[in-house]
């Protein structure tokens, strides 16, 4: 990497950190081409354990009962509206339109893992994710339960 490509990605880097570019003009005045690598290798691994310690934060936070992955699903268990495509789900477009995905179907076709494989990787790109799990037979009493709260704050 030439010194002009070391000065761009500091000065990339000093964005990304949240610090002026008074870094990348210190090295323009006064730095010697190995301290200015140096510098460039600080703040490359800084970004990349920041970025760890985000990725961490955002699966403990996602509270997913194990780690699942897309690799190896069977896709031909799901089955999908006609107006859904699978490359939907799995692009996370749905999250960018702002909308829920609910997974229901027989015991046992791959909803909890698609679920969490689709969550495992909206985490690894950064994205907020909440894992929630619930069957037919504990949403029945607590939607009926939510029914008669309503009823009873409006009356």
């Known amino acids: 990497m030439d010194r002009s490509e070391v000065c761009q990605e ?3 880097f000093s964005r990304q950190l949240i610090l002026s570019q008074n870094a990348l ?3 323009d005045l ?3 081409p190995k301290q200015e690598e140096f510098l460039h290798q600080v703040f490359k691994e800084e970004l990349e354990h920041r970025e760890r310690l985000r ?3 955002l699966f403990q936070k996602a509270a997913f009962p194990v780690k699942k992955t897309l690799e190896g699903y069977e896709f031909h ?3 999908l509206p006609f107006t859904l495509q699978t490359d939907e789900l799995t692009s996370r477009q749905f999250v960018r339109d ?3 995905l609910v997974l229901y179907g027989p015991v046992s076709m791959g909803k909890t893992h698609f679920g969490i494989a689709l969550g495992v990787k909206a985490c690894e790109v950064g994205m907020y994710t909440r894992f929630f799990f619930f069957t037919a037979a ?4 607590n939607s009926v339960r939510a029914r008669e709260l309503v009823r009873s704050s409006v009356l």
């Not at 504990?138 to 009493?141: A, C, E, G, K, N």
């Open 77 to 79: 268990s799901l089955l």
């Open 10 to 12: 500091i000065a990339l």
């Open 25 to 27: 003009r210190l090295c």
């Open 30 to 32: 006064e730095a010697t």
């Open 98 to 100: 702002k909308k829920n």
């Open 138 to 141: 504990s949403l029945v009493p």
């Open 55 to 57: 990725n961490v934060r």
